[in-house]
């Protein structure tokens, strides 16, 4: 073999292995990132029960009369309209704090995701397909979804009280993912909206 084909297979070589490296240590950081959280670990829904008192704990505007329900994750009609998601196949337990008056536009939903599971993407694809018009008769404004480790919040309400409830939620957490939000599309009225006058 030549020499100067012997540099070229090292240079190579050595190519190869600095790009492994580096996607390494990409990778690893990401993972330290989605890990580093200050949020207690959660073993079953009640824990997550529990994180979600501590939530309301520390905001500073009143919540409605909220509930917590604990989300079976067997029946992915609750799934989708309380998620997004199309099924629960990457969560291992999730909650629901909402009004016990369905015209009353407030949902905060925490879930931990299984090992192996991407918690950035999961709160992404809740954020993107969960409905905000989902009551009866009104909407939320504003939606607020992310991660903390293996924990993903998702809270979608009026501006003000959507806020409060993230920014504590994030004084909690220490550390975040990356953060989604939304807010709610304008309702679009047909063009003619005008009714003949009786005379």
Same mark, same amino acid.
């Given at each position: 073999?030549?020499?100067?084909?012997?540099?070229?297979?090292?240079?190579?070589?050595?190519?190869?292995?600095?790009?492994?490296?580096?996607?390494?240590?990409?990778?690893?950081?990401?993972?330290?990132?989605?890990?580093?959280?200050?949020?207690?670990?959660?073993?079953?829904?009640?824990?997550? %029960?529990?994180?979600?008192?501590?939530?309301?704990?520390?905001?500073?505007?009143?919540?409605?009369?909220?509930? #917590?329900?604990?989300?079976?994750?067997?029946? #992915?009609?609750?799934?989708?309209?309380?998620?997004?998601?199309?099924?629960?196949?990457?969560?291992?337990?999730?909650?629901?704090?909402?009004?016990?008056?369905?015209?009353?536009?407030?949902?905060?939903?925490?879930?931990?995701?299984?090992? @192996?599971?991407?918690? %950035?993407?999961?709160?992404?694809?809740? %954020?993107?397909?969960?409905?905000?018009?989902?009551?009866?008769?009104?909407?939320?404004?504003?939606?607020?979804?992310?991660? %903390?480790?293996?924990?993903?919040?998702?809270?979608?309400?009026?501006?003000?009280?959507?806020?409060?409830?993230?920014?504590?939620?994030?004084?909690?957490?220490?550390?975040? @993912?990356?953060?989604?939000?939304?807010?709610?599309?304008?309702?679009?009225?047909?063009?003619?909206?005008?009714?003949?006058?009786?005379?």
């Amino acid at each position: 073999m030549k020499k100067s084909t012997k540099i070229i297979i090292a240079v190579i070589a050595a190519i190869i292995i600095i790009a492994i490296i580096v996607m390494a240590f990409i990778m690893n950081n990401k993972t330290e990132k989605n890990q580093n959280t200050q949020l207690p670990e959660v073993n079953n829904a009640e824990d997550l %029960s529990t994180l979600l008192d501590k939530i309301y704990d520390g905001i500073k505007t009143d919540i409605f009369n909220v509930e #917590t329900r604990t989300i079976d994750l067997e029946d #992915t009609t609750s799934v989708k309209s309380y998620t997004g998601l199309e099924d629960a196949q990457n969560l291992e337990y999730a909650v629901a704090s909402e009004p016990m008056i369905s015209s009353q536009a407030y949902s905060l939903i925490l879930a931990k995701v299984k090992e @192996g599971t991407n918690p %950035s993407e999961i709160a992404k694809e809740m %954020s993107e397909n969960i409905n905000m018009r989902k009551w009866i008769c009104v909407s939320a404004e504003k939606l607020y979804a992310t991660n %903390s480790g293996n924990i993903v919040f998702l809270v979608m309400t009026n501006e003000e009280m959507a806020t409060s409830v993230y920014e504590s939620f994030k004084s909690l957490a220490g550390n975040l @993912g990356e953060v989604y939000e939304k807010v709610a599309e304008e309702e679009e009225l047909p063009e003619d909206m005008s009714f003949p006058i009786p005379q």
